[in-house]
Structure formats: structure tokens, C-alpha cells
């Protein structure tokens, strides 16, 4: 891949608004590990490497396993999650691909299980930020630095 453009100093106006939601989340109480399991879930899926470098360093920085991290991709195999990891785990697979078959009433009911309401929203935005993250960097031509 090669860098197109910083988008921070093409647009910082942009940038503000997509630090806001950031900063929504951050603030609504989601669980930080969980947010950060959610961000390299749909980063693989999208395959976002900028962003899957960047959330896999936070997430060990956090003290995440590097068990965790590394299974991840494969986290129906992987009985190291809970109940409500792999409930969000699979709304943010269903919500990235979204045009696959939508979100299933049968997998609402399975998160909802393990959230309230007010949770449900605040990780449809953590998704849809993390989504819209990973749009930005691969048409912007991001990738992480060598170390």
C-alpha cells in the first residue's frame, strides 16, 4: 500500500468529529478491553492493518493476553471468551458486514442478554467508529510503522 494523504491536516475538521465519537465512547463506561477486542475484530475483518497494529499494541498494553489477541480471528473455536465477549463479537462481525444479512433478532436477543439498551447503542457506535476508523486509513493509505 502506499500513503495517499494525512487526513488530519487535510481535513481537521473531520477529524474532530471522529474524535468526538471516540471520546463518546470512552466516556459511556464500555468496558475498555471489550472496546478494544471489538476494534481488532472488525479490523481483521476489514482488513485494516494500520488498525490492527495499533488496537493489538493497545490491547497488550492494557494487559490483554497475546492468547486472546492471537485467537481472536478465530474466537468461535476459542473458549477463552465470555458469554458476552463472544455475544459482541459476533454483533461486530454481523455489523461489519452488514449487508450480508443484516442483525439477526436471534443475535440482538443473545447481546441484549448481557446489555441493556443503553450499552446496545453505545457498541453499535463503538462498531460503526471503528468501521468508519478503518475506512479512513486504507483510502487514505495508512499503514503501521516499521519497528
Known sequence: MKFRLNHTSANPGALQVMMKLEGFIK???LNANLYELIKIRASQIN??????DMHTRDSRN???TEQRIYLLSAWREAPIYTDKERAVLELTEA?????????????Y??????????????IIMAINTINAWNRIAISTGMFPEKE
Open 27 to 29: 466516556t459511556s463506561g
Open 47 to 52: 482488513g485494516c492493518a494500520y488498525c490492527m
Open 62 to 64: 492494557m494487559g490483554e
Open 95 to 107: 455489523v461489519t458486514r452488514i449487508s450480508e444479512q443484516g442483525v439477526p433478532q436471534e443475535l
Open 109 to 122: 436477543e443473545r447481546v441484549r442478554a448481557h446489555v441493556d439498551e443503553e450499552e446496545f447503542v453505545t
